[in-house]
């Protein structure tokens, strides 16, 4: 186990500084960034100064080694627009992010799991069809748009929830469902697959015929064995409703490090970019990272 | 392998047979004249999802070829004096705008026509950039296994870390945001799953008798690769690829509404959301019409995807 555990965290580390060195690159080499900061109407002078006021007269290699040294140190120099520290900035904006997150991951597992083990368990009836419905429609449904129809039904409509904003607990509630119903078809599927193939197993059959209450079966042999590899997929999932709450916060205005993003994205404001790019990145690797660990303790065939 | 003399395949049809990495099944052993093709297309003509998936994508792409004939007005046309008419079901609405007229006074049925031109071609070229580039990565790591294949994972687990929707606006901003950005950004960016799928399905058949035949007889790694391999795992890939239609197609329009993918007066089903959302307290259907669009397309490309994946599985529907 610990060399399994040594040997993912190299990968990870690894993969870590690759995505660092590939987001620095995609930004520096898709366009010029001192055009884009200066400006449509500054004139050639003012473009080369900007170049030389922030390092970007440099070679590349020395840009990124200047810049990769100091976010070492969890410096990411300042913002362009505000003047203050990138990462004042974030940590002042992480919190509603990741709240957003947790909770619309909340809604996924609490909505999937159960419609799943329903599905498996009632196979081939309307319940299993209805959780197919639900699966589908969610992989297909433009995310920003099942926002906008949730506001408009229980914000505008039915005046339940506030409609953007996040003073409160209640204007978490829409875009957590918006963005959970991102993650449940694949949660719904993996907990109905696993069911099946744990419900048609021996020691399910063993565990029926020594007579125990239906109900015991199913919690205690067969979904605590079927939760398993969901466990992995819910970290992979929150790592991916992270990175795609960009979307949701700026249909509900909610004041998190998506909406940062966007915001910074179109005043030029890359240094900004550049380190949520990196944030949200070291999140997922350490978010799929700890599913790993977590999943090969658990399931001990997994450390070969 | 240049010491091998290169001796011309003695049964060129041996090598390349596509049935033989078919298992036998049962309907194979009842009907051995029928090819996979046709036992494939006589399930779909029984699979639901498959018929439904197929006739409404076949619809949206006869009205998106057929635009500048159905099209009832010419999508971007202004007429100040016509803003924002409902669509014909509303007690305002009339026959002359069916779906009504946006904020500038265009009539929305034509500019969702003219929109479903820009989703299939963003859908269709995004997964073919993606597809070559996962698929060749892919079939190289799933064939030679080994260092490439270490590499190739590696790859991949690097580009997932990476935060699509961010990179992709990111990018498009830099670039300046345009139809062929948001093709190349997305075609760049999406190739993951083509990559890892190629690799299992890759690796699950380069052990199988016709490669080592093709071995034998003195093929090149790239033609064993591309002219024995890819055609066998084809099935597998257009099912990605189906999906990965609809992840970029949805993508474009989560770009386009932010402002940093398509640009007006472009009518893409995003872009009209972004566009309809201040009038939409009042006038809901500005944001229901294109979204529902969107939906319909996308469920349609999934549908057709999982029912493309169900008639080739050679042991039929599960």
């Known amino acids: ?304 | 392998m240049s010491l091998q003399p290169t001796l011309p395949p003695a049964a060129p049809g041996l090598a390349t047979a596509p049935v033989l990495a078919q298992p036998v099944t049962e309907a194979s052993k009842l009907a051995p004249a029928r090819s996979p093709t046709m036992i494939a297309l006589r399930r779909g003509l029984t699979h639901g999802g498959f018929l439904i998936g197929a006739s409404v994508l076949g619809l949206i792409v006869l009205a998106a070829l057929a635009a500048p004939l159905i099209a009832p007005h010419d999508p971007y046309a202004q007429d100040v004096s016509r803003r924002l008419i409902p669509p014909v079901w509303h007690a305002k609405g009339s026959w002359e705008h069916v779906l009504g007229t946006d904020k500038l006074g265009r009539d929305y049925l034509s500019r969702l026509i003219y929109g479903s031109q820009i989703s299939l071609l963003i859908g269709l070229s995004a997964a073919l950039i993606s597809g070559a580039i996962g698929t060749t990565l892919g079939i190289v790591a799933g064939y030679f296994g080994g260092r490439v294949d270490a590499l190739v994972s590696y790859v991949v687990t690097t580009r997932l870390a990476m935060p699509v929707v961010l990179v992709a606006l990111a990018m498009a901003s830099l670039v300046g945001g345009s139809l062929k950005v948001v093709v190349l950004v997305l075609g760049l960016l999406l190739w993951d799953r083509f990559a890892v799928v190629t690799r299992a399905a890759t690796r699950q058949i380069r052990g199988q008798d016709f490669v080592a035949a093709a071995r034998a007889s003195g093929f090149g790694t790239a033609r064993i690769l591309f002219q024995e391999i890819l055609p066998n795992i084809l099935n597998a890939l257009i099912v990605v690829a189906t999906l990965e239609m609809a992840h970029a197609i949805l993508l474009e329009a989560a770009l386009s509404f932010l402002g940093l993918g398509v640009q007006p007066p472009l009518p893409s089903w995003g872009l009209m959301i972004a566009e309809g959302k201040p009038y939409m307290f009042f006038q809901p259907w500005v944001i229901t019409i294109p979204g529902v669009a969107l939906l319909v397309l996308v469920l349609a490309i999934n549908l057709l995807g999982d029912g493309v994946r169900d008639v080739t599985a050679p042991e039929g529907r599960n």
């Not at chain 1, 907990?191 to 029926?208: C, H, K, P």
Request: charged fraction near 15%; include cysteine.
């Open chain 1, 1 to 304: 186990m610990l060399s399994f555990a040594l040997r993912r965290i190299l990968v990870a580390l690894a993969v870590a500084v690759t995505v660092s060195v590939a987001s620095f690159m995609l930004l520096h080499l898709s366009g010029d960034l001192a055009t884009a900061i200066a400006g449509p109407e500054a004139t050639g002078e003012q473009i080369a100064a900007i170049r030389v006021q922030h390092g970007l007269d440099q070679p590349l290699l020395a840009q990124f080694l200047a810049w990769a040294g100091k976010a070492l140190q969890l410096d990411f120099g300042n913002s362009f627009y505000f003047r203050e520290r990138v990462s004042d900035l974030i940590l002042a904006r992480l919190p509603v992010t990741l709240t957003l997150g947790v909770v619309a991951l909340c809604v996924a597992l609490f909505v999937a799991i159960p419609l799943g083990v329903l599905a498996a368990v009632r196979r081939d009836t309307w319940i299993d069809r209805l959780a197919l419905a639900v699966s589908v429609l969610g992989q297909a449904m433009p995310s920003f748009w099942f926002g906008l129809t949730l506001i408009m039904v229980f914000a505008v409509n039915l005046r339940w929830l506030p409609v953007s904003g996040n003073a409160t607990w209640k204007h978490f509630v829409l875009p957590a469902v918006a963005l959970g119903y991102y993650a449940m078809p694949a949660v719904m599927r993996l907990t109905r697959n696993g069911m099946l193939e744990v419900l048609a197993s021996d020691y399910v059959r063993t565990a029926r015929a020594k007579g125990l209450p239906p109900r015991k079966v199913l919690i205690r042999h067969a979904l605590r064995n079927a939760v398993i590899p969901v466990i992995a997929l819910a970290a992979v999932q929150f790592g991916f409703m992270l990175g795609g709450s960009i979307v949701i916060e700026a249909v509900f205005s909610l004041q998190g490090l998506g909406q940062l993003a966007w915001e910074s994205i179109a005043r030029n404001d890359f240094p900004v970019v550049q380190a949520i790019v990196l944030v949200l990145a070291m999140i997922y690797i350490a978010l799929t990272l700890a599913a790993d660990l977590l999943n090969a303790l658990l399931d001990p065939r997994l450390r070969s």
